[in-house]
């Protein structure tokens, strides 16, 4: 068996397949308030989800993997527990810092604007306490690491927003160069294994304590590659709180 966690802007889904890719198992978290969504609203929703899932598919979990909404960021401690608010993936207060980052970045960087993950760690960084920060993380980075013990992972899906250059496989200079980019995630290919589930959690959710936790992806990434496109050319949309069209490019 294994488990997928999506947590959007409304609430988390889980889905459980089998080796074969059959739906095994689904279930739904609602945000009491999801515009204004904590940290600790994701994390009621990762427990109340792993409470629910059926004995015998919780003891059978080969793997598990988490998506959460693109550019949805905080600051944490050593412990993982949020030493900022989270900013939410339509959070544009980060204007001034957009700014800043166009006057260092290489020209047209996506990731130069208010709603995306640099932005956002600029202005985390230079408004909040961050004496006791040790990550900035996304927000699937973040819910895995508490699964995993494995604390500033992320995949380069969630930290293409960020700055990361996919082409190269690294953090580039510019990015480096800002301040406090010590706090900035290793980042692994989505999918890749981060470790496996930490002994405490898999006893008391009756998990399969060889349950590996993989590296994430956005939401509307994930949604892509769930529609199962192999051809380029394909478009994709997806529908919620936010319309997102994705296409396969040969490059």
């Given at each position: 068996m294994?488990?997928?966690?999506?947590?959007?802007?409304?609430?988390?889904?889980?889905c459980a397949v089998d080796h074969e890719k059959n739906i095994a198992w689904e279930q739904h978290f609602a945000y009491p308030e999801p515009a204004r969504q904590t940290p600790d609203d994701w994390r009621t929703a990762l427990h109340t989800l792993l409470i629910a899932l059926p004995h015998a598919i919780a003891s059978e979990l080969q793997?598990?993997?988490?998506?959460?909404?693109?550019?949805t960021v905080l600051l944490c401690d050593t412990k993982l527990e949020p030493c900022s608010s989270?900013?939410?993936?339509?959070?544009?207060?980060?204007?001034?810092q957009a700014g800043q980052l166009r006057a260092v970045a290489p020209g047209g960087n996506p990731a130069?604007?208010?709603?995306?993950?640099?932005?956002k760690f600029l202005w985390l960084t230079q408004h909040g306490d961050i004496r006791h920060a040790a990550y900035f993380l996304h927000q699937s980075d973040w819910l895995s690491a508490l699964l995993s013990g494995q604390p500033g992972i992320s995949d380069y899906h969630n930290a293409l927003k960020t700055g990361y250059d996919v082409g190269q496989l690294c953090w580039p200079d510019w990015v480096m160069a800002l301040p406090h980019s010590q706090l900035l995630p290793q980042v692994l290919v989505p999918g890749g294994i981060v470790g496996h589930i930490q002994p405490d959690i898999a006893e008391h959710f009756s998990i399969n304590p060889q349950c590996a936790i993989h590296a994430g992806s956005t939401d509307s990434?994930?949604?892509?590659?769930?529609?199962?496109?192999?051809?380029?050319?394909?478009?994709?949309?997806s529908l919620g709180t936010t319309l997102v069209l994705k296409q396969l490019s040969a490059q």
């Open positions: 294994y488990l997928g966690i999506d947590f959007g802007t409304s609430g988390a889904r889980a793997g598990l993997a988490i998506d959460g909404t693109s550019g989270a900013l939410l993936y339509n959070d544009d207060r980060a204007q001034q130069c604007t208010a709603t995306t993950g640099l932005a990434t994930a949604a892509f590659i769930a529609s199962g496109v192999r051809k380029t050319g394909i478009g994709v949309t």
